[in-house]
């Protein structure tokens, strides 16, 4: 029973250029949810999607930034136009469908955008 | 807003000592989670213990046991026997128990060292 798997593991893109972070959830579980790190900092929260639906995105910055979890395949994290202050390990986290989820996710390893 | 504060960036245990890691919050809700979470090199996150805030007894997990202090808002991690397998990031979070799919809030983590 695989965990979140996270594709690519490191992604480097130059400035300007588009970057886009995949997340396959555990199997059974429909709740993804997207952290960024900053370097030497803690994880924080971007956006919360259930399949087809974007239900929390507060985290989220207002432009450039865009995720989608379709019915088939997995979660997209997209960063258009991507700038250096976009550097980041960006991690996925997903929960199965229940309302009291008294665990603390599963996390997959992560991925390491670096923009250059 | 709830916010969790870990205050100590760094720390260093011997082997085979006992190290405790400090944590503090804030919330105004009484129905909550807490976690510690341990980042190895690897970046994977890995969940260590969790705390239910209703329940009065500390929680344990072989070598790692928490000091929930409610009234305080205070949720240590205290690690025994120290191995060298325990150097790591940890990172204290939060998650609210209203509703179904709240986010995690971290603090900005403590690097652990363990020396031979």
């Known amino acids: 029973n695989a965990g979140v798997m996270q594709n690519p593991r490191h992604l480097v893109r130059r400035r300007g250029q588009e970057a886009r972070l995949r997340c396959s959830p555990m199997?059974?579980?429909?709740?993804v949810y997207w952290y960024r790190q900053l370097p030497e900092e803690g994880l924080k929260f971007m956006v919360y999607?259930?399949?087809?639906?974007?239900?929390?995105e507060s985290g989220m910055p207002k432009e450039r930034f865009s995720a989608e979890f379709p019915k088939e395949g997995p979660s997209i994290l997209r960063i258009q136009q991507v700038v250096r202050g976009d550097s980041a390990a960006y991690f996925c986290?997903?929960?199965?469908?229940?309302?009291?989820?008294?665990?603390?996710?599963?996390f997959g390893s992560g991925t390491r955008l670096t923009v250059v | 807003a709830q916010t969790v504060t870990q205050s100590q960036p760094e720390m260093s245990v011997q082997e085979a000592e006992t190290v405790t890691l400090s944590c503090t919050y804030d919330?105004?809700?009484?129905?909550?989670?807490l976690f510690w979470y341990k980042q190895p090199p690897s970046r994977q996150m890995i969940l260590v213990i969790r705390q239910e805030a209703y329940k009065q007894q500390n929680a344990t997990e072989n070598r790692f046991s928490v000091n929930f202090q409610k009234a305080a808002k205070s949720f240590s991690l205290k690690i025994s026997d120290s191995q060298l397998g325990d150097a790591a990031m940890y990172f204290c979070?939060?998650?609210?128990?209203?509703?179904?799919?709240?986010?995690?809030?971290f603090g900005a983590g403590t690097r652990l060292a363990v020396h031979p």
């Open positions: 199997k059974g579980h429909s709740h």
């Open positions: 919330t105004s809700e009484s129905d909550y989670y």
């Open positions: 999607l259930q399949k087809e639906n974007i239900i929390d």
């Open positions: 979070a939060y998650r609210s128990g209203n509703g179904g799919y709240n986010k995690l809030i």
């Open positions: 986290a997903s929960s199965p469908p229940t309302s009291r989820v008294p665990h603390g996710y599963t």
